[in-house]
């Protein structure tokens, strides 16, 4: 038997895995959370920026292993290089679904964000993409935090393969979440620069998934309609309101994503995966309060 509260992630190079998840979205309907379809546009539009954003991190990080001494956080670096590396390409393969359910605006919208990522890229220091690369993987750790607290409200009844993808995803956010602090505190220890690189990474991201979002609902025909906005509003302030007191903590000068608890929940999906279980990509929506499909939950308590 599993028992999250025994369990661990691991620390340094053991805490990571890359996953081969066997993920197959299948457009089943529009919107692949007709519960809350303005959380299913939020999530979209971050989606779309998952095949820039992250082969730009990856990119900064590749930049920055030479000059790290460290052997062991070396070996982090590659692996979270390998996870990110799935990430970006599952989730490319999940935003063509939306160009392919017709989705006029994604190509746009992908290419503002190619345009955004090469810039940084290109006229940016190493300094900056590194603080940017930190600020928003510990953002990331607020929102996967986020999500899996409040999994049952936000993903409940919704298309399994999606809400898989997404608490995978986040599952492994949470797995790394140590890595880019340390290769920036490593080359660089600037508080000034770490709360730079937050601040612009969250803002950045933040605008350009609000101008997704906005661009999906009109295509749906929802951005004009009282209801709608209502229900966006609604779901905003619930997920901010959430994120807020995580983000707040990483403004704190001591702070490091090491003090922050894995989520019970998060590790015992890791474990169950480590079993060998091929069905994590199939979450029962209709229960998340277990960490595996109705099949697989014996042995893990969450």
Do not use: C
């Not at 299948?26 to 992250?54: C, G």
């Not at 906005?229 to 702070?255: C, D, E």
């Amino acid at each position: 038997m599993i028992n999250a509260s025994n369990a661990a992630l691991g620390t340094g190079e053991e805490r990571m895995t890359v996953r081969n998840m066997p993920f197959e979205f299948l457009p089943r309907s529009q919107s692949w959370n007709t519960d809350k379809p303005e959380f299913a546009h939020i999530v979209n539009s971050a989606s779309l920026a998952m095949p820039y954003l992250e082969p730009y991190l990856i990119k900064s990080m590749r930049k920055a292993r030479p000059l790290i001494k460290d052997a062991a956080l070396e070996a982090e670096l590659d692996k979270y290089i390998k996870q990110e590396a799935t990430h970006y390409r599952r989730h490319k393969e999940f935003n063509d679904t939306l160009s392919d359910k017709g989705y006029t605006t994604v190509a746009f919208l992908e290419q503002r964000l190619a345009d955004d990522y090469a810039k940084l890229e290109s006229k940016r220091s190493l300094k900056f993409n590194l603080a940017y690369a930190e600020g928003f993987e510990s953002m990331a750790l607020a929102i996967g935090e986020m999500l899996i607290e409040d999994r049952e409200y936000l993903f409940g009844h919704s298309d399994s393969a999606v809400a898989s993808l997404i608490l995978w995803h986040f599952v492994e956010e949470i797995e790394h979440k140590n890595v880019a602090f340390d290769v920036f505190d490593h080359l660089y220890g600037s508080y000034f620069w770490r709360i730079v690189g937050l601040v612009y990474a969250t803002s950045h991201i933040f605008w350009r998934t609000g101008q997704g979002y906005r661009a999906l609902l009109k295509e749906d025909g929802l951005w004009k309609s009282t209801s709608s906005r209502w229900r966006l509003l609604k779901v905003l302030g619930r997920v901010l309101g959430n994120i807020a007191p995580k983000w707040l903590r990483i403004l704190r000068p001591g702070y490091h994503p090491q003090s922050v608890k894995d989520p019970d929940w998060g590790i015992a999906w890791a474990a169950v995966f480590d079993t060998g279980t091929e069905n994590m990509a199939q979450l029962d929506t209709r229960r998340l309060s277990e960490a595996v499909p109705a099949g697989e939950a014996q042995g893990v308590n969450s």
